[in-house]
């Protein structure tokens, strides 16, 4: 599928939707399928670019980035002319805590009936229940997770940044068997994505990483 059939196909669903809440009455269209003026494509692109533009400033509202940290930005960056990027590192840690031995009892019950007679003839009905237990080692491990989610100017990320959003949880993880640790004793994800803006332009940049 070429990239134009591919959009047209995700507009095309897109209007479906769209029809069931604007009701009869409205009928939404390719710009393409309607009769227009020469001028109204430029409105249509100024509406469409304040729509994404809206749309990356309320997302990235939400990851932390109010109005007082992009003045603070806008500063760093010499008025925009520099270029900035947001980016978000994780780190995680899993630490050895404690080892213990226990005992678990079996799922599988079994029940002996015996009878004992009495000298005078009475009979005596006895029920000697048993479970089969196995002895479990369980290790316990202390797990570490941080993040932050930062923007930095230029192109060094220690240096000129501003913190947006940070969280630091532990958690802990019980196994059983063998000493080994469940997860990486340490490890890091950096760069998953950037955003980036030069110049009062506004651009959005995706970085992958094979570790991740």
């Known amino acids: 599928m070429d990239p134009e059939e591919y959009v047209r196909v995700r507009v095309d669903s897109a209007l479906e939707e769209v029809k069931k809440i604007l009701g009869e009455t409205r009928n939404p269209k390719f710009a393409a399928d309607v009769d ?3 001028d109204d494509k430029y409105c249509l692109v100024e509406v469409l670019t304040n729509l994404a533009l809206a749309a990356d400033l309320n997302a990235l509202e939400r990851m932390g980035f109010d109005e007082r ?8 960056s ?3 002319n520099r270029s900035v990027t947001l980016r978000f590192d994780a780190k995680e840690s899993c630490a050895f805590v404690k080892e213990q031995t226990v005992q678990v009892d079996g799922s599988t019950q079994r029940i002996l009936e015996v009878e004992e ?3 005078d003839g009475a009979i005596l009905a006895h029920k000697l229940k048993s479970r089969v237990s196995t002895t479990v080692k369980k290790c316990w491990w202390k797990v570490d997770v941080k ?5 930095f100017i230029g192109n060094d990320p220690e240096a000129n940044n501003v913190r947006l959003k940070s969280r630091t949880s532990t958690c802990e993880l019980v196994a059983t068997g063998s000493k080994t640790s469940p997860l990486p004793s340490s490890s890091s994800r950096s760069a998953d994505q950037a955003y980036v803006a030069r110049g009062g ?3 959005v940049q995706f ?4 570790c991740m």
């Open 69 to 76: 940290k992009l003045v603070e930005l806008i500063k760093m």
């Open 117 to 119: 007679k009495e000298p």
């Open 201 to 203: 332009n506004i651009s």
């Open 207 to 210: 970085f992958h990483r094979s």
């Open 147 to 151: 993040y932050i989610i930062f923007a």
């Open 78 to 80: 010499d008025g925009g």
């Open 36 to 38: 227009h003026k020469y």
